[in-house]
């Protein structure tokens, strides 16, 4: 409006002036109608400027350039991140007014072994049926997480049943006892958050939970490949605990725990409870690599093989995730366990082993994964075989949209002694070749 205001009085100014005057002075009349149309032209651009550039600033024409440019999101969604089924309903307003979720999945898949059929002696797992189809699990989770900013409360129920759930039945479970289909709840605990000690507080978790000492679960969407290392079969159990974890700065959690002997459903295993210490933190404010290390100790803190029991048990470990790239992802862990007075062999029966897992992010629909291991079990008492272990696992995690992966897989096991084969069969040898799939649909 003022440029409009300048151009009208520039107007008005000259076309005042006395026509007689304009036919006695025709140069001075000429060099003023020029003067005009200049200046009707530098008061005009910056008037013609504004309105081009408004709908800029407003982000009206910017938006969709935002948009085209933002990268794809990479791996796997995990189910509670899923858009949910009945998003528009009642039924969801209510969970929503509460902090309430519900998600869960369905996974079955089918394993090839060179080393026999039926049940497996000592390697793979979950997936521990050699040639046949195998229904994994049903998991339900239903979910209230505590709010991070005050004191604040949640709980957490996650019931599955299959194969999975007969693999690890715990003490005082429930539900059907056949190897192929059990029934459990794998987590089962209340949480509190506490604004104390430092910014990020403290939460607690009181009940049957993970224990949290490696980078596998049983939980499928959360892990790379359909297989397992040796160190979360011996070692990376549940169990019924109380955990306190301190947030102490943005990059530092520390992490204590009470346990109650290895997958128990709230009951004691052993002569006393189990202690579990953690560290875990950031070397970057990004996060782009983490370090952590572990001590669990306690009587019977993992399981032992048939007549290996001793007084008391000791595991620890360190291990290292880092991020070399937006596509590339590597972890790396390395641990250690010690049996004191191990009957079997009147001693401390050590056991050693490392790992490592890479996955890269070929696109948003395709994952490669890659892991390698080694695992000295000296006395047994982890495997009940007194031998050196190895496997190399290469897969992929085909994701055709948001709720479907499938994982095929090529793995090959070795050992310095016969110790693969089905239990059906006394045979064993010292190498298996496996090759597997399996299906997740998840649900939110």
């Known amino acids: 409006m003022k440029a409009a205001n300048s151009l009208d009085a520039v107007f008005l100014s000259y076309a005042s002036t006395p026509v007689e005057s304009m036919r006695l002075h025709p140069k001075k009349a000429r060099l003023r109608l020029l003067i005009y149309a200049m200046g009707c032209l530098s008061l005009a651009k910056p008037a013609f400027g504004q309105q081009s550039s408004a709908p800029e ?30 998003a528009d309903t009642e039924y969801r307003d209510w969970l929503q007014a ?62 599955y049943a299959g194969s999975d759930a007969a693999l ?7 539900g059907p006892t056949d190897p192929r289909f ?43 490949m359909y297989s397992e290392t040796y160190f979360w079969i011996h070692y990376q159990v549940g169990s019924t605990a109380a955990t306190a974890t301190w ?17 128990t459903f709230f009951s004691l295993r052993g002569s006393s409870p189990c202690y579990l210490a953690k560290a875990i933190y950031s070397l970057d404010p990004e996060k782009q690599t983490t370090v952590s290390a572990a001590v669990y100790t306690g009587p019977e803190p993992f399981p032992v093989a048939t007549g290996h029991l001793g007084s008391w048990q000791t595991g620890a470990g360190a291990g290292v995730k880092h991020n070399w790239s937006r596509r590339l992802t590597q972890e790396f862990l390395v641990y250690g366990s010690w049996d004191f007075n191990d009957p079997a062999v009147n001693r401390t029966s050590p056991a050693y082993g490392c790992f490592t897992i890479l996955t890269y992010h070929l696109n948003q629909h395709l994952d490669l994964n890659g892991r390698g291991e080694w695992f000295y079990d000296r006395d047994g008492a ?17 994701m055709p949209n948001k709720w ?36 997740i649909l998840k649900f939110r």
């Open 57 to 86: 600033s407003k982000g009206q024409l910017a938006q969709p350039e935002v948009e085209a440019q933002k990268p794809p999101v990479l791996g796997s969604v995990t189910p509670e991140k899923l858009p949910p089924f009945f």
């Open 98 to 159: 509460r902090r309430v979720d519900v998600y869960g999945w369905v996974e079955g898949g089918y394993t090839y072994s060179s080393a026999g059929s039926g049940l497996l002696a000592n390697a793979p797992t979950p997936n521990r049926f050699g040639n046949q189809f195998l229904f994994n699990a049903v998991w339900l989770i239903i979910e209230r997480k505590p709010l991070t900013n005050d004191w604040s409360w949640g709980f957490r129920s996650d019931f």
């Open 168 to 174: 690890l039945r715990p003490q005082n479970g429930f």
């Open 182 to 224: 059990g029934t459990d709840f794998r987590q089962l605990y209340l949480s509190l958050h506490m604004p104390a000690l430092s910014e990020g507080g403290v939460d607690l978790l009181l009940g049957r939970q993970n224990v949290q000492i490696g980078y596998e679960t049983l939980m499928a969407p959360y892990r790379p």
């Open 247 to 263: 947030h102490a700065t943005d990059q530092l959690d520390i992490m204590g725990s009470v346990i109650l002997g290895f997958n």
């Open 382 to 398: 982890r495997t009940g075989v007194a031998a050196t272990f190895g496997e190399v696992t290469g897969g992929l995690n085909v």
């Open 404 to 439: 479907i992966n499938f994982r095929p897989e090529i793995r090959g096991d070795f050992a310095s002694k016969p110790a693969f084969g089905a239990f059906s069969s006394s045979n064993r040898e010292r190498s298996e070749l496996t090759v597997a799939f399996d299906v």
